[in-house]
């Protein structure tokens, strides 16, 4: 045990803190996931503590010695937050929820989030729930009683979320009794507020092992209480051409888009570091693009059960699913309060994911067609195009392998344009608005508009390039609408 405690207090938030409180009064234990990841032996960021006497005087003396704020965290529990000037890590102050540390720990989710050093140099770990012996087994047990009322998940309803959400990014299993008390205790998650149940979720999809999550999350019952959309997929049966249901299916998307998200040369070729650039940059709620996309691959498909149809010889159709599944993410978003930003970015995706697939027969492609489809699916014609392949590559039913080498084909071809369109922005007319107005005779407005619309396009095929070329082709569609 004493090279996790000495990584422990080797970590530099650890020493910054364990400075800061020197000479003070307070008593002080660093706790839960700070001592769980030192043995672990994954890095050592924020700072958990856990004091007699008042957190709010301990977060203000770690917040005045690292020049940094420190303000409430929880009314309920009394918890304090400080975070250091560089924004490095920071450290969660509670009072102790029990006579003495031992009492608090035992109140704690899991034993693996039940052990304590003391901040003093040279503490020795303090474990009454046995939590080393299950991280060495990597096994997540349930504090408390034998019921859900008893249970730790009796004190806090997002607890079993965050089971899983544990389970995923460690790696661990729950044992049986933790399974059967998270299956019961589900439906409760709802209970809990929606920004920290998305925050887990969030977490849970960030996760390397994010399909492990997502099986475990789907076992347990905890997506039928929070994301009954996605618990709603299966056993909806699908069209020759796919393999699985609707829920497998999305699965599979999901596997795919992370083997993508991995390996983009695979797919894009020489393209693939400006395609990486793209998923790697941040997009909104602490997710990168490529992150939001394991979210659109979710939840892309969630209008299919609404949309069910079978035509007279038999095929099964999901007709608009499309367009009902862009509302349907909407709602779902809303309801987990997602930033505005991801909402909208995982409903357009989910919106235009269909695109691409349509146009696989087309080609040779028109420069129109190419701009049609790059107006059409802005602003995520970069990652629409990369889930359209996850998805493409996740359909293995009837005659498979070709259409997928042929999807892959055309989804180069056009990512190079939706790089290029995404790096220099959409073509400019090559006549302004208030031009067109004086030189054909038309006031401001709709009909301005829609010539201005397809000046665009017609400077971006190279039809029309010029000042002069696009006032002649103003003119020729005012004479002629029909072009």
Request: aromatic letters at 4%; hydrophobic letters at 45%.
């Amino acid at each position: 045990m004493n090279a996790p405690l000495d990584r422990l207090a080797a970590a530099p938030a650890v020493r910054a803190v364990r400075e800061a409180l020197s000479g003070g009064d307070a008593r002080a234990w660093i706790v839960g996931g700070t001592v769980r990841d030192a043995i672990l032996g994954r890095p050592v960021g924020d700072v958990d503590l856990a004091v007699e006497g008042d957190p709010a005087q301990v977060a203000r003396a770690v917040a005045r010695a690292t020049r940094g704020p420190a303000f409430p965290l929880s009314e309920a529990f009394g918890a304090w937050r400080a975070i250091d000037a560089g924004g490095d890590w920071i450290c969660d102050v509670s009072p102790l929820q029990g006579p003495t540390i031992e009492d608090d720990l035992m109140l704690r989710d899991f034993s693996v989030n039940a052990m304590a050093v003391p901040l003093e140099p040279n503490g020795a770990l303090i474990d009454p729930a046995g939590g080393e012996g299950d991280l060495e087994r990597r096994v997540l047990r349930v504090l408390g009683g034998p019921t859900v009322d008893e249970s730790s998940y009796g004190r806090d309803p997002l607890r079993p979320l965050r089971l899983a959400r544990l389970a995923t990014e460690l790696g661990f299993a729950p044992d049986a009794d933790a399974e059967r008390l998270t299956r019961e205790a589900a439906p409760r998650v709802t209970q809990a507020s929606p920004e920290r149940v998305f925050a887990e979720l969030r977490r849970l999809v960030m996760a390397d092992r994010v399909l492990d999550g997502v099986d475990l999350a789907d076992r347990l019952g905890l997506f039928a209480a929070i994301l009954p959309e996605v618990d709603a997929l299966h056993e909806v049966d699908q069209s020759q051409y796919h393999h699985l249901d609707v829920y497998g299916h999305t699965v599979d998307v999901l596997r795919q888009q992370i083997v993508i998200e991995r390996d983009p040369e695979a797919v894009f070729g020489e393209l693939a570091p400006r395609v990486q650039a793209v998923l790697g940059a941040p997009l909104a709620d602490e997710l990168t693009h490529a992150q939001a996309l394991r979210w659109a691959a979710l939840l892309h498909d969630v209008g299919k059960p609404r949309t069910r149809g079978v035509l007279p010889n038999g095929r099964v159709t999901f007709i608009g699913h499309d367009s009902v599944g862009e509302e349907m993410v909407s709602a779902i978003c809303r309801r987990l309060r997602t930033s505005e930003k991801l909402r909208t970015f995982i409903g357009a995706v989910t919106k235009h994911h269909l695109v691409l697939g349509f146009m696989v027969h087309e080609r040779p492609l028109s420069r129109a067609a190419v701009y049609r489809y790059l107006r059409t699916c802005s602003p995520v014609e970069i990652e629409v195009t990369v889930l359209s392949c996850a998805d493409r590559m996740a359909t293995r039913g009837r005659k498979a392998e070709p259409a997928i080498a042929a999807h892959l084909e055309l989804a180069q071809e056009l990512m190079a344009e939706a790089l290029d369109w995404r790096e220099h922005g959409p073509p400019r007319p090559p006549v302004r608005g208030d031009e067109l107005a004086v030189e054909l005779g038309i006031p401001q407005g709709p009909e301005i508009g829609s010539l201005l619309a397809r000046l665009e396009e017609a400077s971006f095929t190279g039809e029309a390039t010029t000042r002069e070329e696009g006032l002649a082709l103003a003119r020729r569609l005012r004479d002629n609408p029909g072009q």
